[in-house]
């Protein structure tokens, strides 16, 4: 699920809107449009408008007298005599419903648009088909080869083993995709009895479709819940308990856990702020239907005219100042999801592992779509193509450090020296020396460059991971220290 930065995602001019309102207390009243202004007709006595002929004061003779209120009308916001003239395609139900919303509650967050784009229930991307593998519009790791679930493995039972080992552990793995991750780790880590009898797993997945799959991956073929959508808990061939849930708070709180969240959080959505400098002031861009004569799309995207009240309950994650037109993107939802997950560690132990592609720094650009393994226009038939973007792993860093708990992150570090340390080089030797054929082994090679070559998957995907201050994570020997940011905190 590899993709490049985008440089486009504001292309449009600011968004702006004028409101007049006429405010009125007669007791009767009507209007009129002609081609150059609006008159308004009125009774009352108790507006302050100067009457036209004030040499007659028709209060005096307690009558009501009809004003004549009239103001150009020529600068206000006209619809278009000719509008999608110039767009690629026609318009879709999905951009119609979408156009409906923003007639309806004005011009939507950027976080709102994910949030249908992605998840809705009857045009949402990943709901009613399968985006995974080389079918689907992109590859993540897990298909990519069998060695990185089988070293996410072995990190489950390393940490578990950091833990004491305790009697009962959850597996919580949040956007399981294909099931394939999973898979992997549950079948490389059967010859750990102790650990295999202690482990249940819950997948946290809100695709029907996606369900379906991981189902048919991972549970005995026998199993009822397969063919039943409404059957949430089923057995793998080995007797593990693993339950579907939609949301985390669905997982309980009460057991030890390891979190996974492998390219879930470049998922999860995004609000992008603006700096003004006509204003001073942070504003939001946001998305609005486009009904202009030129525009490509059905939509576009706008900037607020100031500060909205979430760019205001947000300051204090935004830098104070910024040139005009600086651009900063703050994924809220995976900041919540990570204080979550450190709030259920600091109660009932464990750790999490969060893989993603992005920088340990403040995001400013990344937003970006992939349709059939290429890049495509991110308002370009919204729903047909996925939508991420570059995970801020410092700010989840900073987020989980604020909750001042037993819980802790560390990290990040690179994809490809993260599968290093757990013994990635090992792993690919011994299978190797049982292959039969040349062509298993060199497809088994390119997966394991692709997963750790710099130039692939090693550098742009990272690491990060949560846990209680008490253990020291496999994995992250290489991490850096951050004692000036910790002070600061």
């Known amino acids: 699920m590899f993709r490049s930065i985008t440089q486009r995602v504001i292309r449009n001019n600011c968004y702006k809107q004028s409101t007049t309102i006429i405010t009125s207390k007669s007791s009767s009243s009507s209007s009129f449009i002609n081609n150059n202004s609006i008159s308004y007709t009125t009774t009352s006595n108790e507006n302050d408008i100067k009457d036209k002929n004030e040499e007659h004061d028709h209060r005096a003779k307690g009558k009501g007298r009809e004003l004549l209120l009239s103001f150009d009308k020529s600068g206000l916001a006209q619809f278009p005599k000719q509008v999608f003239k110039n767009r690629k395609y026609p318009i879709t139900d999905f951009e119609k419903y979408l156009q409906d919303i923003t007639k309806v509650r004005g011009p939507m967050s950027i976080d709102t648009f994910i949030k249908?784009?992605?998840?809705n229930p009857k045009y949402g991307y990943y709901m009613n088909k399968d985006v995974f593998g080389k079918g689907g519009d992109f590859i993540t790791a897990p298909e990519v080869s069998q060695l990185f679930g089988e070293m996410i493995g072995i990190w489950c039972v390393a940490t578990w083993e950091a833990m004491g080992k305790p009697k009962k552990l959850q597996i919580v793995e949040m956007g399981p995709g294909r099931g394939t991750l999973m898979k992997d780790i549950l079948r490389s880590t059967k010859v750990f009895k102790e650990f295999y009898d202690s482990i249940s797993v819950h997948l946290v997945e809100a695709s029907p479709t996606n369900k379906k799959t991981q189902k048919q991956n991972l549970l005995y073929f026998k199993d009822k819940a397969i063919n039943f959508d409404?059957?949430?808990?089923?057995?793998?061939?080995?007797?593990?308990?693993?339950?579907?849930?939609g949301k985390l708070e669905e997982v309980p709180t009460d057991i030890p856990t390891l979190f996974l969240a492998q390219e879930?959080?470049?998922?999860?959505?995004?609000?992008?702020?603006?700096?003004?400098?006509?204003?001073?002031?942070w504003c939001e861009v946001l998305v609005d239907e486009d009904i202009t004569e030129h525009g490509e799309y059905y939509l576009r995207f706008v900037q607020s005219k100031g500060p909205t009240l979430m760019t205001t309950a947000v300051k204090h994650l935004l830098p104070e100042f910024g040139l005009d037109g600086y651009q900063v993107e703050l994924g809220l939802a995976g900041l919540a999801i990570s204080q979550q997950i450190a709030n259920r560690i600091d109660k009932s132990g464990g750790a999490a592992l969060i893989?993603?592609?992005?920088?340990?720094?403040?995001?400013?650009?990344?937003?970006?779509?992939?349709?059939?393994?290429?890049?495509?226009?991110?308002?370009?038939?919204?729903?047909?193509?996925?939508?991420s973007v570059w995970v801020d792993f410092q700010t989840i860093r900073k987020t989980v450090k604020l909750l001042k708990n037993k819980s802790t992150a560390i990290g990040p570090v690179d994809q490809g020296i993260f599968l290093k340390e757990m013994g990635i080089e090992h792993r690919l030797a011994q299978i190797g020396r049982k292959l039969d054929s040349n062509e298993k082994f060199e497809e088994l090679v390119m997966g394991y460059k692709k997963l750790v070559d710099p130039k692939e998957m090693g550098t742009n995907y990272k690491v990060i991971t949560i846990c209680d201050k008490n253990i020291t994570p496999i994995g992250f020997s290489t991490s850096k220290t951050y004692d000036d940011e910790d002070l600061m905190i």
Do not use: C
């Open 116 to 119: 249908e784009v992605l998840t």
């Open 230 to 245: 409404h059957k949430t808990i089923g057995e793998t061939p080995n007797g593990i308990k693993v339950t579907w849930v």
């Open 264 to 281: 879930f959080f470049d998922a999860l959505p995004i609000h992008v702020f603006r700096f003004s400098r006509e204003k001073n002031d």
């Open 355 to 387: 893989i993603d592609y992005g920088y340990d720094k403040i995001v400013k650009s990344s937003l970006q779509a992939i349709r059939d393994h290429e890049f495509v226009d991110i308002l370009d038939k919204p729903g047909t193509a996925d939508l």
